[in-house]
């Protein structure tokens, strides 16, 4: 993985939360999302991805989280995705409409809510 991006997880109940800080391009973008995959275990409900540290996301990143949900659904898991208004990720995601496959919201106590109602 290069240095341009780091990823954290940490288990909440049922749900993996990936923090991904930095700039997600060609160089990253398969690696974060293998690492963030394997790090789903299948008892999980689903995953929150938090995408608010990312300054820089281009179409390598925004595969990287159709992939991932995809991998998801295929295992009955769900995924919300962090991203603020103001993060420069948002229109990018918005653009390519993720929006149709996962939760976009504001706030990572939002993305628990949404996956935490069943």
Not at 31 to 44: F, Q
Not at 51 to 80: C, H, P
């Amino acid at each position: 993985m290069s240095d341009l991006a780091s990823l954290h997880t940490e288990r909440e109940n049922d749900l993996v939360i990936g923090v991904i800080d930095g700039e997600v391009d060609p160089s990253n973008a398969r690696d974060l999302g293998r690492t963030l995959a394997e790090s789903v275990p299948n008892e999980a409900m689903g995953v929150v991805l938090d995408l608010t540290g990312v300054q820089y996301l281009d179409s390598s990143g925004v595969q990287m989280v159709f992939e991932l949900a995809e991998r998801l659904d295929a295992r009955q898991q769900r995924l919300a995705i962090v991203v603020p208004g103001g993060s420069p990720a948002r229109p990018v995601l918005e653009i390519v409409s993720v929006g149709e496959i996962a939760a976009l919201v504001d706030t990572r106590d939002e993305a628990v809510g949404r996956l935490s109602a069943v």
